[in-house]
């Protein structure tokens, strides 16, 4: 079998701070797309873009290196961004290429920030997202694909 490098994520950020979004559908808030229950969801209201903002408040900064969404979600474009002031913002991963309900984990530069924002676009639906999660990911190197953890 050929070598395989899995990743995990851990420690999510979007529950370390005040989480807000610029819209959230009725009976949906964003607060559901971090509480690790699938079958809720947060949704946006119409299509386009819209943001997902952590605030860590004032001193403290939060540290990340990847991005996941869980499976059902229906987001097609997404980027993660930084600030320290809330005014400038730098960006620290883009993906344009996301297949719509399929789970994703993608790594990026480490990095620490009092501000985050993840702007995510469905040009045709509102946006769903039954759980997403925004931290640091942790290497288990060595593994073989097909390796199934114990019981």
């Given at each position: 079998m050929a070598a395989h490098t899995p990743y995990i994520l851990f420690n999510n950020i979007l529950t370390q701070g005040t989480l807000t979004a610029t819209s959230e559908a009725s009976g949906h808030p964003v607060s559901q797309a971090v509480n690790w229950l699938s079958w809720n969801?947060?949704?946006g209201i119409g299509t386009g873009?819209?943001?997902i903002k952590i605030d860590a408040g004032s001193g403290n900064q939060l540290t990340a290196d990847a991005i996941g969404v869980g499976f059902g979600h229906n987001v097609a474009h997404?980027?993660?961004k930084r600030s320290d002031d809330d005014i400038v913002w730098y960006q620290a991963y883009q993906d344009t290429s996301l297949t719509e309900v399929n789970a994703m984990l993608r790594t990026f530069t480490q990095v620490s920030a009092r501000y985050w924002e993840i702007?995510?676009?469905n040009t045709t639906e509102a946006i769903k997202i039954p759980v997403i999660a925004l931290g640091v990911s942790l290497m288990l190197p060595g593994l073989k694909a097909g390796t199934k953890p114990p019981n």
């Open positions: 969801y947060y949704e873009t819209h943001t997404i980027v993660v702007d995510v676009r």
